[in-house]
């Protein structure tokens, strides 16, 4: 169902009472709403937009089509015919706002950013950013979600390195063969090197992510659970979702550091 967004005068106190993360929010809301069938004010569109832009450091971090398509009426053309269904949009918009959402949200918590994250916002591959930014949102108030995410997480890098290095892969594959098939390609699995250090670590790679797929199907929220179910705490959630951004930051430095299918140097 479309958002429909209530107009609001978007003077200068008018953004001012809300902070930069709301700002954020704000925009991502409206212009999913509008690309959805939904109403978006074109007056609010244009002073979120400068406010955020505005921001040095914030900038860097929007999505490119705010730096070029000033009007609402351009933004429409350029997601219409980028993608035609609905659900290809949101999904599109919430991978496309994951690192500046992130950046705001580490900011306010008065934390660093992980070279996880940083890492992973180098991969710019749909559906990477959505999984991480689920599997760290979730992880005080939805343990059970953010392992389950954490998972998707090792998943979707994979499946992406995968196509990209045009490795098939079945629809039943599941994570400790897609992270085998992935180790592989990329000159990781412990099978490829000699120095008994490196195949232990490798070997153990392969481990910790064998362990977080069977972590997620007796802990996290993508099966039934039975009369004595298995009920993760936060600190179960950060543990998955930490090793599983290690795990997937990994991946993505090796595949961008052999210049994405290029021979390791």
């Given at each position: 169902m479309a958002q429909h967004l209530p107009p609001f005068a978007a003077e200068p106190e008018d953004l001012a009472a809300l902070s930069e993360l709301e700002q954020l929010e704000r925009l991502k809301n409206g212009l999913m709403a509008r690309a959805t069938g939904g109403?978006?004010?074109e007056g609010e569109y244009r002073a979120l937009r400068r406010s955020l832009?505005?921001?040095?450091?914030?900038?860097?971090?929007?999505?490119?089509?705010?730096?070029?398509?000033?009007?609402?009426?351009?933004?429409?053309?350029?997601?219409?015919?980028?993608?035609?269904?609905y659900q290809e949009r949101r999904d599109y918009l919430w991978d496309a706002f994951a690192p500046a959402i992130d950046y705001l949200e580490t900011k306010d918590s008065g934390l660093v950013v992980t070279p996880d994250s940083e890492m992973l916002a180098q991969f710019n591959a749909?559906?990477?950013?959505?999984?991480?930014?689920?599997?760290?949102?979730?992880?005080?108030?939805?343990?059970?979600?953010?392992?389950?995410?954490?998972?998707?997480?090792?998943?979707?890098?994979?499946?992406?390195?995968?196509d990209d290095a045009g490795i098939p892969y079945g629809p039943t594959d599941d994570l400790p063969n897609l992270w085998h098939r992935t180790a592989t390609v990329l000159n990781l699995a412990p099978s490829q090197h000699q120095d008994e250090l490196f195949?232990?670590?490798?070997?153990?790679?392969?481990?910790?992510?064998?362990?977080?797929?069977?972590?997620?199907?007796?802990?996290?929220?993508?099966?039934?659970?039975?009369?004595?179910?298995?009920?993760?705490?936060?600190?179960?959630?950060?543990?998955?979702?930490?090793?599983?951004?290690?795990?997937?930051?990994?991946?993505?430095?090796?595949?961008?550091?052999?210049?994405?299918?290029?021979?390791?140097?």
């Open positions: 109403f978006f004010d832009r505005n921001n040095a450091s914030l900038s860097a971090k929007l999505p490119d089509f705010l730096r070029t398509c000033s009007h609402l009426s351009q933004y429409w053309s350029f997601i219409q015919k980028l993608f035609p269904s749909q559906g990477v950013h959505a999984a991480w930014h689920k599997a760290l949102n979730r992880r005080n108030d939805d343990p059970e979600g953010a392992i389950t995410a954490a998972r998707t997480l090792i998943e979707t890098v994979c499946k992406h390195i995968l195949k232990a670590i490798l070997g153990n790679c392969q481990t910790i992510v064998d362990r977080l797929a069977a972590i997620r199907n007796i802990a996290g929220d993508a099966h039934g659970q039975g009369r004595r179910p298995v009920k993760p705490t936060p600190r179960h959630a950060e543990l998955a979702v930490n090793l599983a951004g290690s795990m997937a930051a990994f991946l993505v430095a090796t595949w961008l550091e052999q210049g994405e299918g290029g021979a390791l140097t």
